[in-house]
């Protein structure tokens, strides 16, 4: 699951509510319109963005860091009204309520607070929300730090991506404080150049970049007047962009993790609510204004100490209960089903040493209604107990109608389906630290209340599938798939350890090269991971230019030694020595963790439920994720080997099937006319958007139609497209309309599923897979820019996704029907990889990509590449 953090701009929020909205106050007096409008604000992010880390920042005090540069750093600003001054304490005891953390620094700001987290957040692979009042946090922008502004009244925003902020100002987000230094700050009384304002400003930086090449090319700059501000106030413009600068690595006594947010305390909340006199925000919240618990009914169960047919009937629900993270060779806690004569609990070490149990799981008339079939298929697994017959998949269900939804557990989902009859795993396992298996009175009703959900749901979904029209993609796609995936942890993927550990020292040998290589070049040894002992050689002894300078010195970020690669051969040997060092602690290391030791295999979990345009993804290890790019990290693929002696990797993988999906889907004449003639797709692209011949196509003509190729695919704009081929924005522009003019069924495709978007309010796959986009009417341009771009791409990853699955199904009957040992161990993206005996290969060469080309049938052909060898390296 994608990790997401929310920072929160303490003091800005508070102010933007409080005058907001008008003077309210409780009936003992106090005033509340801030608490009230910051509460809003809270419930929304949490109701939105259901974050996974979040963290209010507040600053401490007046005086900062920055006034120690310039004493009169927002000192035009009016002292905050008393009125609001008096909530802030219960700002703070709602945020703890809600069990949100909060931090404060003395002599740094919340910005920084902010900054410093952001940073931290991104280089450990979080997506990262701020919001806040204050445009200065926009320099914080990045692919994965959006920031969100509150514009008027409290929950009206404007989202800041790196494309936002080029839409609005032309400008990269570091320009930000470039710009606050030439046109400086009225709101906190940072001076910059008399004179200059954001217009003047932005055409500077258009020109020069960085506010040090504005002052340092003052003669070629325009305007004599223009010319004689920014030379007389040099040294204060400088300060200025010094004062606007958010300090990214201040001091503070928290980390990322220290942030993660487990859910609120709603009887803290209510007590709060109630105090304030907060009403609406209670009915809301589901508590209601009495006070009364929401009641759950109650329940008589029977439990089983020895099964027989009235238990195990011919359709029940089945629950069992796994509660570890990772369900591979977890403990199971215990079983409950549901049927026609009643509810039962089963212990678990009944049902386990049950002869009958076992041959009731396997017996495919036997009809089991499940939540997360695969957990339970792969956790009974590794008991010795096949399950089979799994005629309905909760999970799955809730999944298919909404992909965009988040399901915790069996309460989550019949709560969304208004059935009010079990409470979630967080009542009662508890969470975090404290979370703990209670006794079994307690255990066991809370697993019969799970079996009655589920079967009680089965109706109600089903019905909600046919009215969709996804009984097909639900029936025949992926609830098989589930089996299939459930086999295909089981079974694992054969490692060898041996040959990890040997590329591990292999690895570590390059790095101790790299390492004196480096003390070489830097003519003296330091502490090449210290980013303050780097900092000092390449900056002062060696003399490079600085790039970026943080609070406790220089920076040597990847970004920064990136822009000074082609100054000084170090530079190009320390990256090297970076992506060394992550290859063999993340990858190596990692992957050594993961291996079984009974099996000596990796069993990779494939999670079904968690993308919105039904890809599969895999963790516990990620082997969709390991990097190719570096030859030292293919090579980690060599370590994937057969199961078996004599056996071979086998793999197989789609040609460009998005491509050919889009084909399909636009039933563009050029596109359908380029596959099925078999011409190299982005040559021919070249061909008509640069209206050339085949062979006066130049590689670079190519490598830019195969960027816009791709970029339509995953939704295309003129500044992404102007990034990736490192090209103006106007000339990335002009190509896009060219290449639309070329392909003008695109064009209408695009044109058309936007249309429907806003009219249906979702849009769908070939195998009538949903997505749900209400961002496609929204009144904030970023918001429905990003939904336009959505409404483009998921039907077409969306479809290729459907395809491979309906391909994994296919070549598992195929590979039974054909009666051989050939097994599939991974899907990674669009590619399918086998362990088969040699004297297989002959019939894997002719029915995988057989099988694979008529998964489905579109208007030009699916066309697979295969190759095999002794490890997963060799086949590729």
């Avoid at 980013?531 to 230019?545: A, C, S």
């Avoid at 050339?692 to 130049?698: P, Q, R, S, W």
């Amino acid at each position: 699951m994608t990790k997401k953090i929310v920072l929160i701009d303490g003091n800005s929020i508070a102010y933007r509510a409080f005058f907001a909205l008008p003077l309210l106050n409780n009936d003992k007096g106090v005033h509340t319109n801030a608490i009230y409008g910051f509460t809003m604000i809270l419930m929304k992010i949490l109701e939105d963005e259901k974050p996974s880390h979040m963290l209010v920042a507040f600053d401490a005090g007046k005086t900062t860091f920055r006034h120690e540069t310039f004493q009169e750093y927002k000192g035009g600003r009016q002292k905050t009204p008393p009125e609001l001054s008096e909530q802030f304490p219960f700002i703070r005891e709602l945020l703890d309520a809600y069990q949100v953390s909060r931090y404060e620094l003395e002599k740094y700001e919340a910005d920084d607070i902010i900054g410093t987290l952001s940073k931290q957040a991104e280089k450990e692979g979080f997506e990262v929300k701020v919001i806040t009042g204050d445009k200065d946090l926009t320099q914080l922008v990045t692919d994965k730090i959006t920031v969100d502004i509150t514009k008027k009244g409290i929950t009206d925003v404007d989202s800041y991506t790196p494309d936002f902020v080029n839409e609005k100002y032309g400008l990269i987000p570091a320009q930000i404080i470039d710009m606050k230094g030439l046109m400086g700050d009225t709101s906190d009384n940072i001076p910059g150049v008399p004179g200059v304002g954001e217009k003047t400003a932005i055409k500077l930086l258009k020109e020069f970049t960085t506010l040090e090449n504005v002052l340092d090319s003052v003669e070629k700059v325009s305007g004599k007047k223009l010319k004689e501000k920014l030379t007389e106030h040099r040294d204060q413009a400088v300060m200025s962009k010094k004062l606007a600068t958010i300090d990214c690595d201040a001091p503070i006594a928290i980390s990322v993790g220290d942030a993660q947010y487990e859910g609120f305390d709603l009887n803290k909340i209510t007590e709060i609510f109630k105090e304030l006199g907060f009403n609406t925000l209670l009915e809301k919240l589901g508590a209601e204004v009495g006070g009364e618990e929401e009641i759950i009914p109650d329940i008589s169960f029977e439990k089983v100490t020895e099964l027989t047919s009235d238990v195990l009937t011919d359709e029940a629900a089945l629950y069992v209960e796994v509660l570890e993270e990772s369900y591979h060779n977890a403990d199971i806690l215990g079983f409950a089903i549901h049927n026609e004569n009643g509810h039962y609990y089963i212990p678990a070490d009944v049902a386990l040493s049950s002869e009958l149990f076992k041959s009731w799981a396997k017996d495919e008339t036997k009809h089991k209604i499940v939540y997360d079939g695969k957990k339970t298929s792969v956790a009974l697994n590794w008991k010795g107990i096949v399950l089979k017959g799994v005629s309905f998949d909760v999970l799955i269900a809730a999944y298919l109608l909404n992909p965009s939804d988040t399901f915790d557990d069996v309460a989550s989902v019949a709560k969304k389906n208004g059935l009010t009859i079990v409470q979630s795993d967080e009542v009662v396992y508890g969470k975090g630290a404290k979370r703990s298996v209670p006794d079994e009175d307690i255990l066991s009703e809370h697993l019969v209340r799970k079996g009655q959900a589920i079967f009680a749901l089965k109706e109600n979904l089903e019905n909600q599938l046919e009215q969709n029209d996804q009984s097909s993609l639900f029936y025949d796609l992926e609830l098989p798939l589930s089996v299939i995936l459930a086999e295909m942890e089981a079974t694992g993927v054969n490692v060898n350890s041996e040959r990890l550990k040997d590329m591990g020292e292999d690895l570590a040998m390059q790095i101790k090269t790299l390492e004196e290589n480096i003390h070489a070049l830097a003519g003296e040894e330091f502490n090449i991971n210290s980013p303050k002992q780097l900092g000092v050689i390449l900056f002062e002894k060696l003399g490079l230019p600085v790039i970026k300078k943080t609070k406790t010195g220089f920076s040597t970020s990847a970004d920064v030694l990136e822009k000074l690669e082609d100054k000084h051969e170090i530079i190009r040997e320390i990256l090297h020595y970076r992506q060394l060092g992550k290859l063999n602690s993340t990858y190596i290391e990692g992957l050594l963790k993961v291996v079984y030791k009974d099996t000596g295999k990796v069993h990779t979990r494939f999670n079904q439920v968690l993308t919105t345009t039904g890809r599969l993804s895999s963790i516990d290890p990620n082997l969709q994720n390991i990097p190719i790019r570096l030859e030292e990290g293919r090579k980690i693929r060599q370590a994937f080997v057969p199961s078996k002696k004599d056996w071979v990797i086998f793999a197989a993988d789609y040609s460009q099937i998005e491509l050919r999906v889009l084909a399909h889907i636009a039933n563009d004449k050029n596109l359908v006319e380029a596959f099925r003639n078999d011409l190299d797709i982005h040559t021919k692209t070249a061909m008509d958007v640069f209206h050339v011949a085949k062979e006066d196509v130049t590689s670079d003509m190519r490598r830019q139609a195969k960027a816009v190729n791709f970029g339509i695919v995953y939704g295309i704009s003129d500044y992404g497209l102007s990034q990736s081929l490192g090209i103006t924005r106007k000339e990335a522009g002009e190509f896009i309309k060219r290449y639309l003019e070329s392909f003008v069924g695109v064009q209408d495709y695009m044109d058309d599923i936007i249309a429907e978007a806003r009219e249906k309010g979702y849009v769908k796959t070939l195998l009538h897979r949903r997505r749900y986009i209400p961002e496609i009417t929204s009144s904030n341009f970023n918001l429905r820019s990003f939904a336009e771009r959505t409404a483009m791409n998921t039907p077409i990853q969306g479809s290729a996704a459907d395809i491979i699955k309906k391909a994994m199904i296919d070549m598992a009957a195929r590979l039974k029907q054909e009666n051989i040992q050939a097994k599939l161990l991974l899907q990674v993206h669009d590619e399918l990889i086998f362990e088969a005996p040699k004297e297989e290969i002959a019939i894997l060469e002719k029915i995988v990509p057989e099988v694979m080309e008529n998964a489905v049938e579109l208007n030009v052909p699916l066309k697979v590449d295969y190759s095999y060898g002794d490890s997963w390296y060799e086949a590729k």
